[in-house]
Nanobody, 123 residues
Framework: QVQPVESGGGLVQPGGSLRLSCVAS????????MGWYRQAPGKTRELVAA???????NYGDSLKDRFTIAEDFAKNTVYLQMNSLKPEDTAVYYC?????????????????WGQGTQVTVSS
């Protein structure tokens, strides 16, 4: 089973930067999309950024000017560069991956979530 694992979260001051990484393990044949979502306390999970196998990207509202997503699908990895961080960016950031894996010799679709990494923006 495909399991994404996030890293790179932490405490940062307003205006600072963080780079999140996500590596997916498993018998992955191909990715359709990898991306990042976030969930703040009391709020629903929302899209931060996603990138498809074809290279197209999709960003949450008003995030494209500060956040950048990049992929290295050959290494089962997606990155999120976050700049000019604000207190309202504080949330748990989750990695999402979807595609095709090989299970017992058969191809099947997967749609997997990581456990999340905490990002706190505070002075």
């Amino acid at each position: 089973q495909v399991q994404p694992v996030e890293s790179g979260g932490g405490l940062v001051q307003p205006g600072g930067s963080l780079r999140l990484s996500c590596v997916a393990s498993g018998s992955i044949l191909r990715f359709n999309v990898m991306g990042w979502y976030r969930q703040a306390p009391g709020k629903t999970r929302e899209l931060v950024a996603a990138i498809s196998r074809g290279g197209s990207t999709n960003y949450g509202d008003s995030l494209k000017d500060r956040f950048t997503i990049a992929e290295d699908f050959a290494k089962n990895t997606v990155y999120l560069q976050m700049n000019s961080l604000k207190p309202e960016d504080t949330a748990v950031y989750y990695c999402h991956a979807a595609g095709t894996e090989v299970v017992d010799g058969d191809q099947q679709h997967f749609n997997s979530w990581g456990q999340g990494t905490q990002v706190t923006v505070s002075s």
